[in-house]
């Protein structure tokens, strides 16, 4: 099993950016595929960024593509959701989530496949 603690939220204004944090605990971090979604008020779960277990580059969603900068840690068991140039629109909680299924590019953007989560932080952008 595996605990997640996210932390780095806050209010932003538009341009502005903050870099988002998501501790892990247990001892098999490395082998854990990582992600980050986002939930606006009145919205479903949307995917951001995923990092594969044995991945050397994340993938992103287009909507945050160039924008977004997901990096892992493994020694730290640590994520990281660098935000740069953020918009209103960016305003959600922000949640990190993991699992050890193998799972397509396509399960990796999808937040059923993901067996653990933390508990969000909000992150507010005003305009």
């Known amino acids: 099993q595996v605990q997640l603690v996210e932390s780095g939220g806050g209010l932003v204004q538009a341009g502005g950016s903050l870099r988002l944090s998501c501790a892990a605990s247990?001892?098999?971090?490395?082998?854990?595929?990582m992600a980050w979604f986002r939930q606006a008020p009145g919205k479903e779960r949307e995917f951001v960024a995923a990092f594969r277990w044995s991945g050397i580059v994340p993938i992103y969603a287009d909507s945050v593509k160039g924008q977004f900068t997901m990096s892992r840690d493994n020694a730290e068991k640590t994520v990281y959701l660098q935000m740069n140039s953020l918009k209103h629109e960016d305003t959600a909680i922000y949640y990190c989530?993991?699992?050890?299924?193998?799972?397509?590019?396509?399960?990796?953007?999808?937040?059923?496949?993901?067996?653990?989560w933390g508990q969000g932080t909000q992150v507010t952008v005003s305009s």
């Open positions: 989530a993991a699992t050890r299924s193998q799972l397509t590019t396509q399960g990796l953007r999808t937040p059923s496949e993901y067996a653990y």
């Open positions: 247990g001892r098999t971090f490395s082998t854990y595929n």
